[in-house]
Nanobody
Framework: QVQLVESGGGLVQAGGSLRLSCAAS????????MAWFRQAPGKEREFVARITWSGDSTRYADSVKGRFTISRDNGKNTVSLQMVRLKPEDTAVYYC????????????WGQGTQVTVSS
């Protein structure tokens, strides 16, 4: 059974930094695309960033480009999201997700971790 467990959320002041981690278990994720999504109160869940299994291709939402960096360690089955210069509008529950490279839909989701950025 696939499990994705996020950690690293918390409360930070605007301009600060946080690093989120996602531990994946239940299978090898070496052929999986890993991603981060977020959902702010009253808003729909939105894509944040994704990384291919090899780590050589990443994609970011325009709102986080230049501030967030996604990375992964296939040996440890972890994916991280380094967030700097955080803004109050980054406040949301952040979710880790995975899908096989040939699938369009993300199949597995974590429970989420809260990130709150105070102004």
């Amino acid at each position: 059974q696939v499990q994705l467990v996020e950690s690293g959320g918390g409360l930070v002041q605007a301009g600060g930094s946080l690093r989120l981690s996602c531990a994946a278990s239940g299978r090898s994720f070496s052929n999986y695309v890993m991603a981060w999504f977020r959902q702010a109160p009253g808003k729909e869940r939105e894509f944040v960033a994704r990384i291919t299994w090899s780590g050589d291709s990443t994609r970011y939402a325009d709102s986080v480009k230049g501030r967030f960096t996604i990375s992964r360690d296939n040996g440890k089955n972890t994916v991280s999201l380094q967030m700097v210069r955080l803004k109050p509008e980054d406040t949301a529950v952040y979710y880790c997700a995975s899908r096989e490279a040939h699938n369009a839909q993300y199949e597995h989701w974590g429970q989420g971790t809260q990130v709150t950025v105070s102004s």
